[in-house]
C-alpha cells in the first residue's frame, strides 16, 4: 500500500476577546460534553472533537486533539482498475468522516495542525473553538507561523507595492466573511453572489514613490489563519527606492511533511497522526521556545 504524505503547519494562539476563557478552558469544558453535544455547524458542514489525550514529556504538556467534519450528504465509492466504481456500506444512522489531527502546547500557546483539504481545516477549528459556547465572547485566533525567510522579509517591507490572493469561497467560515475590511466584505459578497472562486490583486504599478497604504495590514489579517485562502503573494519594498521582494506566504508557511502508511481501511491512525505532530514539535521546539 503507497505511503500517504502528511503536512503539518504550526500557529500562534490568543484569544482576543475581553475576559474570553483559554483555549486549555475551552477544550477542557468540551472534554465534559458527549460526543453529540459536541458537535457545531461550522460553514456548510459539521464539526466535532472527537478525541482529547492530555500528555506530558519532559516536563511540556502535550494535548492531543482529533477532529472530525461530518459529511451527510454524498461520499466517494470503491474502486478496483478494471471495475466500475461501486458504493460502500453506509447506514442510514451513518456518515462519511474526514478527520484532521492538531498537537496543542497550553503552557506556549502554540498549536500544530495536520493539513487535511477534506477535512477540518484551521480557520473551522478556529470557528470552532469560538463559537462553542452560545453566552459568552470567545474569539480565538492562530496566528500563522512562517519560516525564517518569509516572516523576516515580510516584516522588513515597508511599503507595499502589490498584491493577490485567490479565496476558496466555498472554504470560507463565518469568521472569515464577518472579519471585517475590504478583503474580508469582498469575500463576504463573492460567498452572496455563489461564486466558488474569488481573486483579488492590487498593485501601484510603476510609479516608485507610490505604495498600498495601509494595505500590509488589512491584507495579513485576512490571509493570517484564513484556511480558505490557496494562494497569497505580496511585493514590497523597504524603501521607496529599495528593491522590490516577492514574498508568497502560503509557501513560506512552516510546513513539516512525514509519510504514513494507512491502515487496513485505508485510514490514517490517529495513533500515527499524533506522531507525526510530535515530530513536528521536536523539529520546532527551539522555535517555539522563543515564543
Not at 500528555?55 to 504538556?61: A, F, L, P, S, Y
Not at 517591507?157 to 472579519?179: M, N, P, Q, S, W
Not at 466558488?196 to 507610490?210: K, L
Amino acid at each position: 500500500m503507497r505511503r500517504a504524505k502528511l503536512q503539518i503547519h504550526l500557529f500562534k494562539v490568543r484569544n482576543t476577546a475581553e475576559d474570553g476563557r483559554t483555549l486549555e478552558a475551552m477544550i477542557d469544558s468540551i472534554a465534559s460534553d458527549g460526543l453529540e453535544e459536541r458537535i457545531r455547524t461550522i460553514g456548510s458542514g459539521e464539526v466535532r472533537l472527537d478525541a482529547i489525550e492530555k500528555k506530558k514529556k519532559n516536563g511540556v504538556r502535550k494535548w492531543y486533539i482529533d477532529f472530525t467534519r461530518i459529511r451527510d450528504t454524498y461520499g466517494p465509492g470503491k474502486a478496483r482498475r478494471d471495475t466500475p466504481v461501486e458504493g460502500l456500506d453506509i447506514g442510514e444512522d451513518e456518515f462519511y468522516g474526514e478527520e484532521a489531527a492538531a498537537l496543542y502546547l497550553p503552557d506556549q500557546s502554540y498549536l500544530l495542525v495536520q493539513y487535511n483539504h477534506y477535512g477540518v481545516r484551521p480557520g473551522a477549528m478556529q470557528s470552532y473553538f469560538s463559537d462553542y459556547v452560545d453566552n459568552e465572547v470567545n474569539i480565538y485566533s492562530f496566528d500563522v507561523v512562517l519560516d525564517k525567510s518569509a516572516e523576516a522579509r515580510f516584516k522588513r517591507g515597508k511599503y507595499l507595492t502589490r498584491f493577490e490572493i485567490k479565496v476558496d469561497v466555498e472554504e470560507l467560515t463565518k469568521a472569515d466573511r464577518d472579519g471585517g475590511g475590504a478583503l474580508a466584505e469582498a469575500a463576504a459578497t463573492a460567498a452572496r453572489l455563489n461564486a466558488r472562486t474569488m481573486t483579488v490583486a492590487m498593485s501601484v504599478g510603476h510609479e516608485r514613490r507610490r505604495n498600498l497604504v495601509g494595505a500590509k495590514e488589512v491584507f495579513w489579517n485576512f490571509v493570517n489563519g484564513n484556511g480558505a485562502v490557496e494562494s497569497a503573494i505580496v511585493s514590497s519594498r523597504e524603501t521607496p527606492e529599495g528593491q522590490t521582494e516577492l514574498i508568497d506566504l502560503i509557501k513560506g508557511k512552516l510546513v513539516h511533511t512525514v509519510e504514513i502508511t494507512p491502515d487496513a481501511h485505508r485510514r490514517l491512525a490517529a495513533k500515527d497522526r499524533f506522531r507525526a505532530l510530535s515530530q513536528a514539535y521536536d523539529k520546532w521546539q527551539s522555535r517555539i521556545n522563543a515564543g
